[in-house]
């Protein structure tokens, strides 16, 4: 099995920033995308970011220009810095991985407990 364990989280005042750290482990072979979704009350989960094993990365326009996305492949490792945040940002935050178990193996998504950023005005 894989298991994705996020931290960082926590409040904020408006302005601030937060890292947020996603670490994948278990049977892995290979990671593939990887990615940050939120969720806030009330409302359907969406995309915040997601990153390919090369490094290429896709942002949500509402966190373009102050959130940045990055990934250690050696570490299984995504990490999201979270820059000049607004109350409209507190949400869960949950964490994505598209993992290959064994090579030329099918590709699975798992997902992290996620963790709560609340953004204070």
């Known amino acids: 099995q894989v298991q994705l364990v996020e931290s960082g989280g926590g409040l904020v005042q408006a302005g601030g920033s937060l890292r947020l750290s996603c670490a994948a482990s278990?049977?892995?072979?290979?990671?593939?995308?990887m990615g940050w979704y939120r969720q806030a009350p009330g409302k359907q989960r969406e995309l915040v970011a997601t990153?390919?094993?090369?490094?290429?990365?896709n942002y949500a326009d509402s966190v373009k220009g102050r959130f940045t996305l990055s990934r250690d492949n050696a570490k299984n490792t995504a990490y999201l810095q979270m820059n000049s945040l607004k109350p409209e940002d507190t949400a869960v935050y949950y964490c994505?991985?598209?993992?290959?178990?064994?090579?030329?193996?099918?590709?699975?998504?798992?997902w992290g407990q996620g963790t709560q950023v609340t953004v204070s005005s």
């Open positions: 994505n991985a598209i993992v290959e178990r064994r090579a030329l193996g099918n590709k699975y998504s798992y």
């Open positions: 278990g049977t892995i072979f290979r990671i593939n995308d």
């Open positions: 990153i390919t094993s090369g490094g290429s990365t």
